[in-house]
């Protein structure tokens, strides 16, 4: 008799999950497939995987229900404490995104330095016109948050002969890599070249980067934001991207969706993808090995991973 039971809001992530047990662990769970997009017909369900995309949306459906674990197939929870009822203990899609994350900040530093914007809207155009453009080689790179995501990036940025410049909340030393403090940041600010930072969205962490922290980098430095769109002060970066002082690559931004009458999308000094950063083809195997393993933690009366808030 199945003594587990999982709901999966999908029918791919039900194959999925379902090819990576075995016999005697699926003798011993009950898979089934609930989108939380309504009321479930039962009061108990151990595991409950939210859905990628609408999580918060969905997670009031939880009220009522008796959950062992609420597993999201996202990185980032800074709207779950505002969404998830109470009696509910909420983990993370730590191990999931990071590759995808940094592959595409690579790609939007790479894109903006090397012009393809420019050289995309030349094609439409049939236009041939070189140019001359910034390499990525040899440039002073902040990462600007050093969890998964922003290790992820640094070790994807050392093949490009950058100097890399990690900084945290807390200076430390890291494997061997020197963390910077925040509160060393004005002083790293004038010689950043780039700027990526990966930053989770909260109080602390709410436009970051406003308009002295980007007055203070140099002319013609980039920003690039694959975190949370609230890190960066719309209206600075505006500002400084509209007079050509600064250029930026974001796949977040404040708000989201952009507006469609935002500034920011007619200017040429700026690159902007639609919170893309985890949506690749690694992400499918990827949670599908992180929920096997949450099952096979409660299974075995262990504690889960990644947890992260709770209710």
Same mark, same amino acid.
């Given at each position: 008799?199945?003594?587990?039971?999982?709901?999966? #809001?999908?029918? &791919?992530?039900? *194959?999925?999950?379902?090819?990576? +047990?075995?016999?005697?662990?699926?003798?011993?769970?009950?898979? $089934?497939?609930?989108?939380?997009?309504?009321?479930?017909?039962?009061?108990?369900?151990?595991?409950?995987?939210?859905?990628?995309?609408?999580?918060?949306?969905?997670?009031?459906?939880l009220?009522?229900?008796? *959950?062992?674990l609420?597993?999201?197939?996202?990185?980032?929870?800074?709207?779950? %404490?505002?969404? =998830?009822?109470?009696?509910?203990? $909420?983990?993370?899609?730590?191990?999931?995104?990071e590759?995808?994350?940094?592959?595409?900040?690579?790609?939007?530093? +790479?894109?903006?330095?090397?012009?393809?914007?420019?050289?995309?809207?030349?094609?439409?155009?049939?236009?041939?016109?070189? &140019? $001359?453009?910034p390499?990525?080689?040899?440039?002073?790179?902040?990462?600007?948050?050093?969890?998964g995501?922003?290790?992820a990036i640094?070790?994807?940025?050392? %093949?490009?002969?950058?100097?890399?410049?990690?900084?945290?909340?807390?200076?430390?030393?890291e494997?061997?890599v020197?963390?910077r403090?925040?509160?060393?940041?004005?002083?790293?600010?004038?010689?950043?070249?780039?700027?990526?930072?990966?930053?989770?969205?909260?109080?602390? *962490?709410?436009?970051?980067?406003?308009?002295?922290?980007?007055s203070?980098? #140099?002319?013609?430095?980039?920003?690039?934001?694959?975190? &949370?769109?609230?890190?960066?002060?719309?209206?600075? =970066?505006?500002?400084?991207?509209?007079?050509?002082?600064?250029?930026?690559?974001?796949?977040?931004?404040?708000?989201?969706?952009?507006?469609?009458?935002? %500034?920011?999308?007619?200017?040429?000094?700026?690159?902007?993808?639609?919170?893309?950063?985890?949506?690749?083809?690694?992400?499918?195997?990827?949670?599908? &090995?992180?929920i096997?393993?949450?099952?096979?933690?409660?299974?075995?009366?262990?504690?889960?991973?990644?947890?992260? $808030?709770?209710?």
């Amino acid at each position: 008799m199945a003594c587990l039971t999982v709901s999966l #809001p999908t029918a &791919r992530l039900h *194959t999925d999950v379902t090819a990576l +047990l075995t016999a005697d662990e699926l003798a011993a769970i009950e898979l $089934f497939e609930w989108a939380l997009d309504a009321a479930p017909d039962r009061d108990s369900i151990d595991i409950v995987v939210t859905p990628y995309t609408s999580a918060t949306k969905t997670l009031p459906n939880l009220a009522g229900v008796s *959950t062992t674990l609420v597993q999201s197939q996202s990185i980032g929870w800074d709207d779950v %404490p505002g969404s =998830l009822p109470a009696g509910h203990t $909420f983990a993370n899609a730590t191990s999931v995104h990071e590759a995808a994350t940094a592959e595409l900040a690579i790609a939007l530093t +790479l894109a903006s330095q090397r012009r393809l914007p420019l050289y995309v809207r030349q094609q439409i155009e049939s236009t041939w016109r070189g &140019r $001359f453009s910034p390499s990525l080689a040899d440039r002073r790179v902040m990462v600007l948050g050093y969890g998964g995501v922003g290790r992820a990036i640094a070790a994807r940025l050392v %093949p490009f002969e950058v100097e890399i410049v990690p900084v945290a909340s807390t200076a430390r030393d890291e494997d061997g890599v020197h963390v910077r403090g925040i509160d060393e940041l004005a002083g790293l600010l004038p010689t950043t070249e780039i700027l990526i930072t990966s930053l989770p969205g909260n109080d602390k *962490t709410h436009h970051i980067i406003d308009d002295t922290v980007l007055s203070a980098l #140099p002319d013609g430095a980039l920003v690039v934001n694959v975190g &949370r769109g609230v890190l960066i002060d719309p209206e600075a =970066l505006a500002k400084h991207t509209s007079a050509g002082r600064l250029r930026a690559a974001l796949d977040v931004t404040d708000p989201e969706p952009l507006p469609a009458d935002s %500034p920011l999308w007619t200017d040429e000094n700026v690159l902007i993808t639609p919170h893309v950063g985890g949506a690749a083809s690694s992400m499918q195997p990827r949670i599908a &090995r992180l929920i096997v393993r949450q099952i096979r933690h409660l299974l075995a009366s262990e504690a889960p991973e990644n947890v992260v $808030f709770v209710s």
